[in-house]
């Protein structure tokens, strides 16, 4: 099951190394013929957007980890340039997202989108490349309107197709309506009949019914991302998301398998930069306090497995997490701070705070994005809204199992035995009277490194319920941020655009919510 997508053919990677040594204006200079696809192979572009979209250590680093993590607080830290720990603003991290999706894999996919048309004569058989092309494009921009809000999207990408290099800022309710719509009639639209990317798909395969799978998940995550804004909507969408077909299995799980040489490396692996012995880029993440208790107070079996700790004696022990919010002078204060027995000794007092295993961070490690974990507990929720019939006790214990047995995709040695699985579940039974807590703090876990979805659900649900910090110049007076900020350079380069988003959104800072995530 965790074996498929294994081997990629060495002609598509070869192409995706060329490409990469190749800036996005060198594609385009190829691409003559912005209707047709005879110009470069389109398998080509999707591997090298799946492969874009999975993030460089730039924007993994400054986005994923910085900022998300932190706030979320799966991960803690002491130095300062780690902003979202403690809420400062970094204007070039809080902006990387953005930088590398539009100036990098979004023209390629609206590119993509258009030469693949089935509509235009000669493209008859490409009707998958153009659906797996669609399903794609949404779950891109899902990722920049859920983190800024209002963002360039009906007219963005469009600067080589239609010159248009001042794209209007879209409402982000009509951005998520259009995105729904687009994953509906693109699942409908996938043929299994016809030809399909084969191993220059580099999540699926070109498995065409996986793709299904994925494209009616991601309408699941969707829908519920509206429950707080518009409810009837969110049941629409979430009936026909179940109803259309979700992920059946940890099989079905989308994530890209990195390190299969050429290929490009894990972005979160090329932070953490692990050479055998010791993280050589970053060594400062440590496991947060929260995440580390939250875990502990449960017994889940998964807490040991993540931490990686070398203790006061250097021999390790029982995970030990850091608090948020503290620096290198104030942690000293902290009661968790150990007292070294031995002064006369090297050992430094940061090595007492878990640190994560390695083997979750590699360069060669999977970037996951989406799982059927996840649609568990999204099915769960639905059960418990009465938007779907079923047993959300089942799907809570079907979402846990997924995802403590998904560990294993990391490495065989880091699933959890089913054994411990069960005995987690006896101990934490279901209570559909306090499924909101229930579900949200399984799905907190469940997306432990991949933070883009952490950071968005806690938005949406308000669980795990977190503690703030309230660190010396923050940017959100002690809260914790409620989306990005905007790139500076959009107010000269698209001023008009920009100055009529936050006329509409709102400030540009940290507490302005965007549009699903509604204060109750």
Same mark, same amino acid.
Not at 31 to 40: K, L, Q, R
Not at 242 to 271: A, F, K, W
């Given at each position: ?7 990629i053919?060495a /002609? ?5 190394i060329?490409f ?6 060198e594609?385009?200079?190829?691409n ?18 799946? /492969? ?25 830290t002491?130095p300062? @340039?780690?902003?979202g720990?403690? @809420?400062?603003?970094?204007q ?21 989108? $258009? ?9 008859e058989?490409?009707?998958n490349?153009?659906? /797996? ?6 779950f891109?921009?899902h990722?920049l %309107? ?5 963002v ?7 600067g080589?197709?239609?010159?248009n ?5 879209d ?9 729904l ?21 580099l999540?699926?395969?070109g498995d065409i ?5 994925? $494209? ?8 519920m ?6 409810p009837?909507d ?5 009936g ?8 059946? !299995? ?7 398998q ?19 012995e010791?993280?050589?880029t970053?060594? !400062? ?8 208790n939250m875990l502990?107070s ?6 040991e497995?993540? !931490? ?12 030990k997490?850091?608090?948020?919010? @503290? ?8 009661p ?6 031995d ?8 090595d007492? @705070? ?5 083997l ?7 970037m ?10 999204l099915?769960a929720?639905a059960?418990?809204?009465?938007w ?7 799907e809570?214990?079907?979402?846990v199992?997924?995802?403590?047995k ?7 040695s880091l699933?959890?035995?089913?054994? #411990? ?10 209570n559909?009277?306090?499924?909101? +807590? ?7 876990v ?13 938005? +949406? %649900? ?9 660190y010396?110049?923050n940017?959100?007076?002690g809260?914790i941020?409620?989306?990005?900020r ?8 698209n001023?008009d ?6 006329? +509409? ?9 965007i549009?699903? #995530?509604?204060?109750?």
């Amino acid at each position: 099951m965790m074996n498929r997508r294994k081997n990629i053919l060495a /002609i598509v990677l070869t192409s995706i190394i060329v490409f990469s040594t190749c800036n996005t204006k060198e594609l385009q200079d190829l691409n003559i013929n912005p209707t047709a696809a005879d110009e470069i192979d389109p398998g080509f572009i999707l591997a090298y957007t799946q /492969i874009q979209t999975s993030g460089e250590r730039y924007e993994n680093w400054r986005a994923v980890l910085i900022y998300q993590s932190t706030m979320i607080q799966h991960f803690a830290t002491l130095p300062t @340039y780690w902003a979202g720990d403690k @809420y400062l603003y970094i204007q070039s991290y809080s902006a990387s997202l953005w930088e590398r999706a539009y100036r990098n894999y979004i023209k390629d996919l609206v590119n993509l989108i $258009a030469i693949t048309d089935p509509s235009i004569e000669g493209n008859e058989d490409l009707v998958n490349y153009y659906n /797996i092309a669609r399903i794609w494009k949404v779950f891109a921009f899902h990722r920049l %309107t859920d983190h800024y809000g209002d963002v360039p999207y009906s007219e963005a990408g469009k600067g080589f197709l239609e010159s248009n290099f001042n794209p209007k800022y879209d409402p982000q309710s009509e951005i998520y309506a259009d995105m729904l719509k687009e994953l509906e009639e693109a699942a409908a639209g996938l043929d299994a009949t016809k030809p399909n990317p084969g191993k220059q798909d580099l999540i699926y395969g070109g498995d065409i019914s996986k793709w299904k799978k994925f $494209a009616y998940s991601m309408m699941l995550r969707l829908g519920m991302r509206l429950v707080k804004v518009a409810p009837n909507d969110a049941s629409t969408w979430v009936g026909k998301a179940l109803s259309g077909g979700v992920m059946e !299995s940890n099989d079905d799980i989308c994530y890209i398998q990195h390190g299969l040489p050429p290929d490009r490396t894990n972005g979160i692996g090329e932070v953490f930069n692990w050479n055998g012995e010791r993280y050589a880029t970053d060594d !400062s993440p440590r496991l947060s306090e929260t995440f580390v208790n939250m875990l502990s107070s449960k017994n889940d079996p998964r807490l040991e497995i993540y !931490s990686w700790r070398q203790g006061v004696d250097g021999m390790g022990g029982p995970a030990k997490g850091m608090p948020n919010g @503290y620096d290198a002078t104030t942690i000293k204060t902290h009661p968790s701070w150990p007292v070294d027995p031995d002064p006369s000794d090297e050992f430094d007092p940061i090595d007492d @705070y878990s640190r994560i295993e390695p083997l979750f961070v590699l360069r060669s490690s999977p970037m996951i994005f989406m799982t059927y974990a996840e649609v568990c507990f999204l099915t769960a929720e639905a059960i418990e809204r009465n938007w779907y019939s079923g047993d959300a006790a089942v799907e809570y214990e079907k979402g846990v199992r997924a995802a403590m047995k998904q560990l294993g995709l990391y490495d065989a040695s880091l699933e959890v035995p089913d054994t #411990d699985v069960d005995a987690y579940l006896t101990a934490n039974p279901y209570n559909s009277a306090e499924w909101e +807590r229930i579900l949200g703090e399984e799905f907190w876990v469940a997306t432990f490194l991949n933070e883009y979805e952490a950071y968005a659900n806690w938005r +949406r %649900t308000g669980y795990p319920q977190l503690t703030p910090v309230n660190y010396p110049g923050n940017e959100s007076n002690g809260q914790i941020p409620r989306r990005l900020r905007y790139p500076a350079a959009e107010q000269s380069l698209n001023p008009d655009k920009y100055t009529e988003a936050i006329n +509409r959104q709102g400030p540009d800072e940290f507490m302005t919510r965007i549009w699903w #995530d509604v204060e109750l």
